[in-house]
């Protein structure tokens, strides 16, 4: 099984999709918190790998544990920010906007053709 990997360097990347596949593989293999980050920090590359190791390296020494939970919401903190996550669904909204003015004027072109 191939784990999926994460630069930080590409915009067509899914920071999102990235974390789902892991937790999905993990949750399938029953693989616990501290195996988690360990095999993560294994996927993460270039940039990514980076930014994890100063994060890690920033945290507070009487910090707890990293779990896989704090990982998730630091990283996708990091690499998909709210404004961005807004961004995307302001785009999908206006796409979705258009596609029902299409359908509808779809529609009445073949009710009139058809009529």
Same mark, same amino acid.
Request: hydrophobic share 35%.
């Given at each position: 099984?191939? &784990?999926?990997?994460f630069? =930080? ?8 999709? #990235? !974390?789902?596949?892991?937790?999905? !593989?993990f949750?399938?293999?029953? !693989?616990?918190? $501290?195996? +988690?980050?360990? &095999?993560d920090?294994?996927?993460?590359k =270039?940039?990514?790998r !980076?930014? /994890?190791?100063?994060?890690?390296k920033?945290? %507070?020494?009487? %910090? ?5 939970a704090? *990982?998730?919401? %630091? /990283? @996708? =903190?990091?690499? *998909?920010? +709210?404004?961005?996550k ?7 909204? $206006? &796409?979705?906007?258009? #596609?029902?003015?299409? @359908?509808?004027q &779809?529609?009445? $072109?073949? $009710? #009139?053709?058809?009529g």
């Amino acid at each position: 099984m191939n &784990l999926p990997s994460f630069t =930080g360097s590409s915009t067509t990347k899914d920071p999102e999709n #990235f !974390i789902e596949e892991l937790q999905k !593989i993990f949750d399938d293999m029953h !693989i616990d918190d $501290t195996e +988690r980050m360990e &095999l993560d920090e294994y996927q993460m590359k =270039g940039f990514t790998r !980076i930014w /994890f190791d100063q994060w890690k390296k920033n945290r %507070a020494e009487d %910090a707890p544990h990293v779990s896989w939970a704090c *990982f998730e919401d %630091a /990283f @996708l =903190g990091h690499f *998909f920010p +709210r404004e961005l996550k807004e961004h995307k669904v302001r785009e999908f909204l $206006t &796409l979705k906007q258009v #596609f029902v003015q299409v @359908l509808g004027q &779809l529609q009445m $072109t073949i $009710t #009139f053709s058809t009529g």
